[in-house]
């Protein structure tokens, strides 16, 4: 058992300040021990960890690791990640925290940021672009798909940016131009929060797609995964 939380096993779901503390850490890929590079993956809202695991058999390369924490009641904030941040207190802060121990458990086998791939889908995409803005280092990417920043009005730069630049970190917002969930003017102003903390952002809308993922950007995502390797 790591010193940041456990890997695998039921959680019990509680409802105190870190509602997300006691869930499971699901993996896949190569052994974390083994890896030499990691993608942590977030779940949308009444999925599961393992249901987004499942995208490692759609962009695995021999010798990276997959890690995907789960979500309290599989729902890691209970409100529209539009509305005011306190609204949606304390499942984003705890979300936030969980997404950090998945870091933390690749940098405790070796494994170091800037070989980390942060990747989420909608409800997680936005716990994914939140955790990589207001923890600005050098990451292996970020990919946010169907998802953006959380709160009714986005902060100023710098609030993201106290301490710290995101260094050159590739990161990929995916999302469809009619998504019942995410309005694109979302997509738009994270990929210029992120931008502005130093990322090279590349940002792809798709014409009537819904609220889903496609091959496009699983062919992206692949690309992020397979550079992560780059070097060894």
């Known amino acids: 058992m790591s010193r940041r939380g456990r890997r695998e096993g039921p959680g019990s779901g509680h409802q105190g300040e870190d509602p997300h503390g006691d869930q499971p850490l699901v993996s896949a890929g190569t052994e974390l021990e083994d890896a030499e590079a990691a993608v942590v993956l977030v779940h949308g809202r009444g999925a599961t960890a393992r249901s987004i695991i499942g995208m490692a058999d759609e962009i695995h390369q021999a010798g990276v690791a997959f890690l995907a924490p789960q979500a309290a009641a599989n729902t890691w904030y209970p409100n529209s990640f539009l509305e005011p941040?306190?609204?949606?207190?304390?499942?984003?802060?705890?979300?936030?925290?969980?997404?950090?121990?998945?870091?933390?458990?690749?940098?405790?086998?070796?494994?170091?940021?800037e070989r980390v791939l942060v990747l989420g889908f909608s409800q997680g995409a936005c716990l994914a672009s939140e955790f990589v803005a207001r923890n600005p280092r050098r990451y292996g990417g970020l990919a946010a798909l169907s998802g953006g920043l959380i709160g009714d009005e986005l902060e100023d730069t710098e609030a993201y940016a106290r301490e710290g630049s995101l260094e050159g970190t590739p990161a990929f917002l995916g999302c469809s131009d009619s998504d019942p969930h995410i309005p694109v003017e979302r997509v738009?102003?994270?990929?210029?929060?992120?931008?502005?903390?130093?990322?090279?952002?590349?940002?792809?809308?798709?014409?009537g797609m819904g609220h889903g993922v496609n091959r496009d950007e699983l062919a992206a995502v692949s690309e992020l995964v397979a550079s992560l390797l780059e070097d060894e």
Do not use: C
């Open 85 to 113: 941040v306190e609204h949606n207190e304390p499942g984003r802060t705890s979300g936030l925290k969980a997404v950090e121990n998945a870091i933390g458990e690749a940098d405790d086998a070796g494994i170091p940021a």
């Open 188 to 207: 738009h102003e994270t990929a210029d929060v992120i931008e502005k903390l130093d990322a090279d952002v590349t940002t792809r809308i798709y014409e």
